[in-house]
């Protein structure tokens, strides 16, 4: 079993930046692709971005490329979404998650991110 805890969230202008973290315990961290959803009010939740094991491929959903970054940390079991250039259509609870391959076995319990325009 692995536990992920999310970090990070907050309320920001529309321009501003955030860089959430996600933390995990329990498992091997560096055996998961670790990835980053989002969940805005009365929408489905979405991918944002991923990262594969080693860290070196990484993933993004076309509305957050090149504003948005992943990244990991597997000597501290974290990884790592800087968020840039903030828009108030980013304003979602943000999930961590975590894959053997690519569907996510385990998922963290959410941080809000909330952009002011």
């Known amino acids: 079993q692995v536990n992920l805890v999310e970090s990070g969230g907050g309320l920001v202008q529309a321009g501003g930046s955030l860089r959430l973290s996600c933390t995990a315990s329990g498992g091997t961290f560096s055996r998961y692709r670790m990835s980053w959803f989002r969940q805005a009010p009365g929408k489905e939740r979405e991918f944002v971005a991923a990262?594969?094991?080693?860290?070196?491929?990484?993933y993004y959903a076309d509305a957050v490329k090149g504003r948005f970054t992943i990244s990991r940390d597997n000597a501290k079991n974290t990884v790592y979404l800087q968020m840039n250039s903030l828009k108030p259509e980013d304003t979602a609870v943000y999930y961590c998650?975590?894959?053997?391959?690519?569907?996510?076995?385990?998922w963290g319990q959410g941080t809000q991110v909330t952009v002011s325009s």
């Open positions: 998650a975590a894959a053997v391959v690519t569907t996510p076995n385990y």
């Open positions: 990262v594969k094991s080693g860290g070196g491929t990484t």
